[in-house]
Structures are given as structure tokens and as C-alpha cells.
């Protein structure tokens, strides 16, 4: 695939099509190069933070995504009523969509993102994994364009591929429409799920099905290329660390690799991000089977994604910026050989989730606290008094740590989750994010991505019982009852 | 004489029990019990005198040469959990580290602990060992001395001193024979006097001088070597000198209470007793000098307290008829004036000594609850029928039945025999189970037959027959306290700890109210000053500072909002950071959520969207559908992911509670279903 037109184009204002933490993250590069920003919002994010932070903001309507942030003619409205030559998509809702980047070509105005045939390409499962083989990437034993569950029988007998199997959505990502399957009784509730949950997310219930890798490792590498045939990797990430299929912390560089095999693996992802064109940021993610040594090709995000920030911890470089150079037409001024991380990084996903069941906690933030101090970066996408409103993710904040080594990180991030950072009003993934990083398993770096399932129990048995900030302002609320309401009956 | 400052106390936790009685045997003079952390609030101000306020006596108590501190146990222990919201084992824990010197005492009510109800074995037993007391006063409404065979059991394994009590009263069958008889059954109990204290409980405050002095004489001739104690209630006026008869007569040790505390139902004042005993030529072994200071810290914050003391003050010398125990007279009072009916009191009083003519025992915890629910009952029944001639009426017929006609029946008009077949008709379930020996053997025997037929109508004979004479000790079957722990916590949602679980076989209820209290709102019954506590922040600018886990707070009360719509707006700056608070009032507003409860109620997994009721292959699910076990019943989204609620069983729809697209919380109750 070709780059249809290599014409430097200036960017003069970038619309940001995404809300929280990706829109307030792109905002700021754009402002490092004093680039201005529009900011799109949805009715109830009439006061969210990026609305905010932004240089203008234009109301794209209701609170369901379909009518907001998934409606491309509004978004494409805005950014010209707006007078804005780009959109960078973030992540999420339309960045990974191949007729909204064709749309926004079209339109005029550019991309700041892959083309959208490598989009489409990359996003449909089956094509990526058939391009991968191409490209001589190992792959995991599946099949695509699976219609029922005979189907999947009949490849499980002819391949010898044993239980347990992932049934996906062909067209996903992010963990959504994603059905792990242990034995045959399972088979048929998992296919009707993963396929409902697909058409949901995705708009496509075609799947697919593949042997699924026990305890497997998580292991991604960050790829940035412009228009001018430069490939180059930014190393890589280890993501193994999720629960529903979601990640919630990541680090960089992987403590499970040595250098011939990290080296391999950068090395393949480039290869096959060459193959297929691309161009600006994207990401090859791979399965690691710690058993076996082997990694195989998952797919490929052909996005900026949430866990980019420890790389540019480690690298230095701004991945949001060469985004920008790479949509301008620009040629990156470095090479590979000068990428040289020296720092570890490790990120933690500050969702509004109840830490122990995981269910969504919206509401307002009555008080939020950022974490400061040495060797710390935050990304916010809310502030104190905000909403957490129930349409979208449950992402505000990302929070992360970096040091001379992985200790170093750790450390950083317990003083920043266990002192600095206070969250009122919603629940938050803080507390178990707490207990996974010192639980010793995490520290030894010896863990799959059933890590978490698997020590739900000792984790949340080793959330802190008593935090003296906690206590008082349970003090603070009798008072104020008291104070309201006088004597109770009950005394 | 007053003795220096910090010597060393006589008697201190960690001594055998045989060291201390030893010690006690050849002690000259007395010492004192002090009862101003329990007995001393719960004679006259309703148990309400809170940890934070007590723990200020302690330092003076570590010096005082104290030989115990009252501060645990009778009804301290379930107005702590339903009132004041402070658990009895922090208690402890804090008396603990502010005096280690001075044993801490607690009251227990042999079978029934610190609740309201006969315990089995097993459940004293797992009780009475995690309670970190070093003085175990066990008294029986009954003088039923089999009933504290378990406590006794317990406490003396585990090398704590057992102080069993006798419950004294004044009447003409509580002679001195039976008063031996009682401490022969206790000295078998314990195998001996050498490593228990005997205590005379005079629970109302009736014991006049010459008789307690009658009592501890005959106790000590029989038995020379037990050590005996006095407790008394200052009810009739003339505590002091029923205190040092006792003294004189032999006992070694008496309680007192602060001064500054004493009112009229409580102990006698400490500085007044050991002025008094001194002049008489009884040596007091306790150091004035530090209990001076206890007696003017009270001060301090005694105030705080004046809404909870009895509305019927003053010495009451009719206490030697109605006998009504210092310890239950403000809560007694405290019912009649919510009730309404505080007018009846003389009337309640009165039938109250006559009833205890009939149905004879100790009118203490639980019998002093029996009495007064059940004479308060009839007083009550009569006014509402009758008016006050009615409650005259009743009075006549009573009076002349105990006191002419010595309670002869036969004696009786036809008529008056009629309305006394009446009198217990609607007497409360723990007097006929009182009747049907529940709680034990009786003092002086059964009542009379007439008193069944009474209570039970017809049924009267049969009910006769089940009547035990076993202790609860032998005829209780053991609880399952496995069960009893798990149905905890569930409600907890978390597995509780040993005292969690210990106060909740206490008070179910009140239990369980207590743990959501703390839940909210941590700490404050510990560390709010009771003004706070009780009224909160007054004025703009009132803060109240305090300590958390060795770190300073300040909360200061910024404004009050006025009320609207249900909400007052509270703004507080904690520690200096303003804060708004919305408070619903009783008067807010409230969409009822229902919830999922009962097996066969269905609750929402997650907080999110259903956004299908049924499932792809059938379809929507109506009421009246069968479903299978594990078929889905409904989807709910919740960022984007789905959440399939699955049929627990196979069932029919009785009731679908949501409607599509609503927005549901976790646990909302989604469908009640019949199971097949």
C-alpha cells in the first residue's frame, strides 16, 4: 500500500475527535508546539476537562457515543466549523475506524493516524493474521470467518488443537468481544456472546476462533514510521497484567525477555509494519509463551495507545509529536541505532471501578489529589468537582513511575498510589493496583495474564484496612450530620 | 491516712486468685471497688457516660490503690454497642494501656452474659474466654448457683479471679439460713473459699445497717475464711452506714464512686466513705489523694450528661417495697416518660411490691425486666380500660389479697378471684417462660397454681407439665456457632473477627447496627468530646481538633445551610480544606430501590444497563415464562461490556422488576422467580 500523496501539509489546528485522558494527552504536544486545539463534547462532558483545557470546543451532541463521539459527520462538522485542518482520533471510539479516516480525507483535512486501507487491513482479524504469515511473523493455530460452532469442532479435530480456545471478534480489540472457552459444554454460550458482543462494539459479529495460549505473556512493540519509508521501533511493553481481558498496568521495557529475544521480536514488528505501509504510530502486540520461549503475532493497533507514555518514559521521545511530523510529511531526524532506552517505566490505569468487583463507579469526584513527587507523570482526563459520567470508559487518570531500573519504578509507584494520590467520591482500581504491584510474584516479574484471576482474593485481602485521611473524613461526616440534624434518637 | 503518691498497688492484674485472697485475709481495713466507669452511669445516667469522657479517670485510678475498677459488663456492655456505639473490647483495650495497675471488673449475668436471654455451654464458653477481665462478678436473678457453674468454670481455668454474687433483698423469706444455703452451693461450685471473693450484691440499695451486718456476720462465722464483699446502692439514703456495718462485720471490700457522680441510685461517694470509716476506726486502703483528683475531674464533663439522668430524682426509701434496682431506674423511668405513662409510676411502683410477694425472686437483670414489664403491663392495661380508678381498683384487690388475706384465694370474692385469673393473661413471653423454669430453679419454689392458670388459660396443665427444674445449663441445646458465623458474615460481606462475632451473639440486632455505624463513620465515638458527639458544631468557627493514627485533625464548622427539599448543606473545612456536605433529613425524599434478598430474588451482578430482558435464542422473557437453569435471563452493559444474568435454577418468571434500558445498581432487584 502506497501513501497516495507525500505533499508536506502544515497543521494549523488540530480537533481532537476523543474526550478524558487520550484528548487532555494530545492537547498538550499541541500546545508544546503551540498548535491550537478543538475539543469535542458530548452533552454531559460539557465540562470535562478537555473541554476545558482546549483553545475551543464544539458541542457534537447526546451522551450515547453513537450520537457523539461515534458520529463521524458532527465530528468532521466541527472540525471545519472549527477551522481545524487535523483530527487525531486518540484512542477509542472512531481511531481505529477505516471509514471514518477515509471520511475525514476526503473531507479535506488530515489524518493523524495510518492510512485507512491499513487500517481496515489491520482491522479485520483475518487479513492481519493472513498478512502476518506473509510477512513471516509466527502466528497462533485458528481459524477466521467462523459462522457456527460445528466449524469450530471440525478445525479443533483437524489441527489437534486442544481446549482452551478464544473465540474473537474479527474486527476487535480492546478485550471486547472476547470469549475464552474451556471445554465443549462452553462452546455454544461463549459463540453467542462473543458474537453479540462483537456486533455490539463493533458493528461486525464475524469471528474467529484460535488456540488459546495458557498463561500467556502479553509483550507488545511500539512502532513509529513516516512517510519517507523510516520504520523504526521504540522497543517494547509488557501488558500482561489484566483483568477482563483489559490492561491495567503496563511497563516497559518487558522484564521477561533478554536482548536476543527482544531484539527478535522488535525486529519482526518492524518488518511486518513495513510490509503493510505503515505509517505514523502503531503497535505490533504479541503473545509470549513463557513455556516455550515462543511469541506469536496478536494484531496490530494501528493507534496511538494508552500505555504509550512509559515508552516515551524510556525513550525520551514524544510519540504524540512524531504523529504530528509523520501527518505533516515530515522525515523523523533520528535513527534506530539512536534509540536508547535507559530509564524502566511502569503505568497504572486509574479506572473508576470498584477495585474488588470491578463494577463501573461513576459519579462526581468530590476531591481528587494528584500524585507529585520525583520520578512521577499523570495523566489526567477529569479534575476535582468533574463527573465520571456511566457512556464512556472508565479511564481518568494514568499514573506512571520511572526509574534507573524496575525496583526503582516500583517503588516510585507505591509511594505514588499508597501517599500522594486521593480519589473521593468515585471507587477506584487503586487499591488492587496497589496490592498487584507488591505482591511478590509482580515484583519477581513472574506472572500471566491470569494473574490477576487467579490472586483475586490474597489481593484484595491485602488492600489497607485503615488510612488516616479515610478515617477522619468519616469523623468529618458524622460531625456534619450531627451538626445538621442535632441529637439522634438512637442515643 | 492518705498514702504517697505512685506507691504500689496492693492488688494487681496478673495476681493468682489465691494471692489476692490471701492478700485480702490479712488486709487491714478495707478496700474499695470503684464503680464510677460502670455501675455508677448506669444507676443514674442511663450507661451513657462514654468511653472518651471515663478514660480521663484512669490515670488517677492507676494510683488510686484501687482493689478493682467496675467498667465492664451488666447493661454497659449493650447500651456501648446500641447507644453509644462503642464496642466493650476497645473499651477494655483502652483502660488497659491508660492503668495497667488496676484489675479491670466486669458483671455478668451467669447464663444469660451480657444479653437478655439464657446462653447455652458452648456459647458462655466461647464468650467468657475472649474477654480480657480480671474480676468476674457473676450474680443469678434466681440465686440459682448451678447457672454460673460454666462461667465459674472458665474463668477460674483461666486463673482470673470469679467473684460470685449473691442477690440480696429484704424480705421475710431472704433470711440469713437462706442466704447460707446459697453460699454453701457456691463454696461446692468453687471447691472451697481460698480463690474466689463472695460478694453481698445489694442491687437496689435495701439492706438496712443491722441486718447486712446480721448477713456478713453469719456469712463469716460459717465460713471464717471467705472474703467478703459489699456492693450497695444508695437508693433508700442509708448507704453509708449499711456500708461500714458491713465493714465492721467483716467484709473487706465495698464499693464507692466518685462523688462528683454520686446522685441517688448509684454507690455511695468514695470521699465520704472513706472519711466515714476512718473516723470509725476502719482503715480504707486507698490514696485520697489521687482519688481527690478523680472526684474533681468528673467535673469536667459531667455536664454533658444531665439529659440522660433519671427524671425522678431524690433518696427513695419506698425502694425497701417496690425493690426496684438502681440500675434499672432510669431506664425504667426513661420508658415511662417515652411511653407516656410517667403519671403511673407510684401505681407501677406499688403493684411492683406486691407481685414480688407473689412470684418471689431478685429483682435484677433479666428479673427486674420481667417485673417492671409485666407490672407496668397491668397498670397500663388497667388505666386504658378503666381509667385511674381502674389501676385503684386493681391496687384494692391486690392489696387485699397479699396483704389481708395471705394470698388465700378462697378468700376472695368470686368476683375479685375472676380479675386476679386475669391478671397475667397478657404478661410479657419471658415471665411464662420465667414460670416454666427458662432461666431456673425459683428462690423460694413455683407460685402458686393460680398464677399459671393465670398466665397460660387453659392450656395451664400441659404448660405445668413442661416446667423444668434443670438448669438452662443442662437442659439448653448447644448453638451452632458455625452457623451463627457465617449468617454474620454474610450480612458483612467479610469474614468478621472473634469480637465482632462475640457482640453479635450478644445482640444480633444491635450488633449489626453498630458494625454499619462504624463502617460510616470510623472512629468518632472514640474520639469526638461529648458535646460534639451528642450536638455536633454549634456556631461558624467551632472546630473540634483530635488525634487519628498519630496524626493532628481539625473540623471546623464553616456554615449551616437551611433546609431545602430534604438536604441541609453543611460546609466544614477539614483540615483547612472546605468541604460541603449534604445531609438528608428524616423529611428527604426517598426512591425506593428494592433489592435482591431472598434466594429466589434476582439481583443486578453489576451496576449498568439492561439492555436485554431475555435472550437471542427465545427472545424476550415475559412474567409467567419458564427458564432453565444457567439460561440467560438478561444482559446488562456497563462500559461496553456485556454482563449475562443467568437463571440460578430452573424457575418460573414471577415478577420482572426492570424495565428495558433502565439504569441499575448493583445487587437491584431484576426478577422474582417461583422455582419448579
Redesign the interface.
Known sequence: MKRQDNKPQKIKKVLIANRGVPAVRIIHTCRDRMIPTTAVYSTPDRLALHALMADSAVHIGDAPPSESYLNAEKIIGAALKSEANAIHPGWGFLAENADFARMVIDSGLIWIGPEPEVIAAMGDKIRAKKLAIKANVPTIPGISDVSDVKQIKQWMKEDEVTYPIMIKAAAGGGG?GMVKVESDKQLK?AF??AK??AF??FGDDKLLAEKYIERGRHIEVQVVADQHGNVFHLYERECTLQR?NQKIIEEAPSPTINDDLRNEICFTAVRLMREIGYTTAGTVEFIFDSNTRRFYFLEVNTRLQVEHGVTELITGKDIVGLMLDAAEGREFQFRQEEIRPNRWALECRINAEDPR??????GTI??LKAPLGPGVRVAMGAYEGADIP?Y???LFMLIMTAGPARDDAIRVMDRTLSRNLRVEGVKTLAPLLLSIIRHKAFKSGEFSTKFIEDHMDELVSMFRE?D?E??????????????????QD?? | MAKKKNSKPLIKPGMSPSEIVKILRNLDGVMITCTGMRDAGQSDYKN?HRIYDLATLAPYYEDMNLFSSECHGGARWHVGV???RESPFKEIEILRELMPSVQLQTLIRETNLWGYRPYPRNVIEYVVERVDIDVWRCFSFLNDIRNMRTVAEVVMKRGRLFQPAISFTQADWTTNEYYLSCVNDIVDLCGGVDEIVLCIKDMAGVGSPKRISSLVDAIKQAYPDLVVQYHRHATDGLALPALLAAAKAGAKVVDAQEDSLTRFYGQPPILAVQAYFEESGIKVNLNREAAEKAVQRVRDWIGHYE?AESPFKGFDHMVTSHKMPGGAFPSSFEQAEKGGFLHLMPSILKVMSLYNKIVKYFDVTPGSQITWVTCSGIVNRYAKEHGETGVQHIIRILSKFVEEKGQDMSKMTKAEQKELLGLFSTAPGDFKNLLLGGYGRLPMGWPDEWVYKSAFGDEWKEKLKERKDLSPLDSLEEDDLERIRKELAEHLGRIPTDEEFVLYLMHPKDALQMFDFVE?????PL??PTN???????RPGDK?E?D????P?C?E?VS?GKEHEGQ?H?V?R??NKT?V?E?D??RAKKVEIRMAKAPNEIGA?????VWRIGN??RGTIKVGDIVHKGE?IANL??????N?VLAPFDAQIQEICVKLND?VQ?NQLLFVLKEQ
Open positions: 471486547k454460550t453467542s456472546q453479540s458482543e455490539k462494539a477482563r468487583t470491578f463494577s463501573p463507579s461513576f468530590t476531591r456511566p464512556y470508559d472508565s485503615h488516616s479515610d478515617e477522619a473524613l468519616k469523623i468529618a461526616d458524622y460531625v456534619a450530620r450531627i451538626s445538621a440534624l442535632g441529637p438512637w442515643m | 451513657r446500641m447507644n453509644r439529659w460510616k463513620y470510623g472512629e468518632a474520639v469526638l460534639v458527639w451528642r450536638e455536633g458544631l454549634k473540634v483530635f487519628l493514627l498519630g496524626k485533625y473540623i464548622l449551616v441541609i453543611v466544614m477539614v483540615n468541604r456536605y445531609i433529613t428524616p451482578p453489576i451496576s449498568g444497563n437471542p435464542r440467560e452493559e456497563a462500559m461496553k461490556m456485556e449475562p439504569s448493583e
